[in-house]
């Protein structure tokens, strides 16, 4: 019997940990003396998956992927080629002024680029102003593609929304998607973000399904294919399905759809999980988190109470 594989909306190709920034919030501990080796014959086959898989758009990530130039863009091409919209993800270091936005820019639309998401936080400031934002934002839009602002968010931040929109509306340039993005203690910021920085909010408000997980894989520089695109994710075994070059996405995917685990967060979440695992085992989780990330990644750190709840599940 033919089985049926589940499309998804988003796959990740996260290339590269080299950074030209080394924010001391970074989760994913990405700098300016990491390797950048990306596989691109496995970045290759995962297109092909997507394509097959009618994946709603590819999310190119890192480190920062900008630094890969025109291997960059010829993955775009690819992409494009397949069908498959792209969009970029980036620390916008390369726009301090518009020419230097508009070239940087040019053969990544002329790939077929369509969206730019920007990353932004209090602690890019040091070393990224809100003006680099503001050029991306202009240049990409002149290139016509669509621009996101992602703001990393902490009790004590004053970069928030209200000042992004006047920095942008002082420079007469309309504002982009503002999506807020509370930053976690992982990576870097496992030792530099404090408890009482975090913007943490009680469990019960996180109770609903997570989409992420299943829908939104990764395809890691290290090789590791996880079935979400946490910062955390690759150094989280339970959210592992395989590692490339050895394991196909395809493969991945299959053991993933396959997984009681991953259908339980998909379709319930982590705070399901969460009671689950107290209700099998002696383990007592925190009743707060930052979201269901931060919640997800202190869930199944606890190795002898998951497998408790995967016996329950039916995983044995």
Request: net charge neutral.
């Amino acid at each position: 019997r033919s089985r049926v594989r589940r499309p998804f909306r988003c796959l990740t190709l996260s290339l590269t940990n080299r950074c030209p920034l080394q924010c001391a919030h970074c989760g994913t501990g990405s700098g300016p003396d990491e390797p950048e080796t990306p596989d691109l014959a496995s970045a290759l086959a995962a297109l092909d998956t997507a394509a097959r898989r009618a994946c709603r758009v590819v999310n190119f990530s890192g480190g920062e992927p900008i630094l890969l130039g025109g291997t960059l863009a010829s993955l775009i091409r690819e992409a494009a080629a397949r069908g498959l919209p792209t969009r970029v993800t980036t620390g916008a270091y390369w726009s301090s002024t518009a020419m230097e936005a508009r070239e940087t820019l040019r053969p990544l639309a002329a790939a077929g680029l369509g969206q730019l998401f920007l990353s932004l936080s209090q602690g890019h400031q040091s070393q990224i102003p809100v003006s680099n934002a503001i050029e991306a934002t202009r240049a990409a839009r002149r290139s016509g593609m669509e621009v996101f602002l992602a703001v990393g968010v902490t009790r004590s931040a004053h970069l928030d929304f209200a000042a992004i929109r006047a920095a942008f509306e002082a420079a007469g340039v309309a504002t982009p998607y503002l999506l807020e993005s509370p930053l976690i203690p992982t990576g870097r910021g496992a030792s530099s973000l404090p408890e009482e920085d975090l913007a943490l909010r009680p469990v019960d408000r996180l109770d609903a399904p997570c989409l992420s997980l299943t829908e939104n894989p990764t395809l890691h520089p290290d090789g590791a294919i996880t079935g979400c695109a946490a910062v955390f994710s690759r150094d989280c075994p339970p959210l592992i399905y395989g590692r490339a070059p050895e394991t196909s996405l395809e493969e991945a995917l299959d053991r993933m759809d396959a997984d009681p685990l991953a259908a339980w967060i998909h379709h319930r979440g982590v705070v399901a999980l969460k009671r689950l695992m107290e209700a099998v085992s002696a383990i007592r989780l925190p009743g707060q988190a930052v979201n269901s990330c931060h919640l997800c990644r202190d869930i199944l750190s606890h190795q002898p109470a998951l497998e408790a709840a995967r016996l329950r599940l039916g995983a044995g």
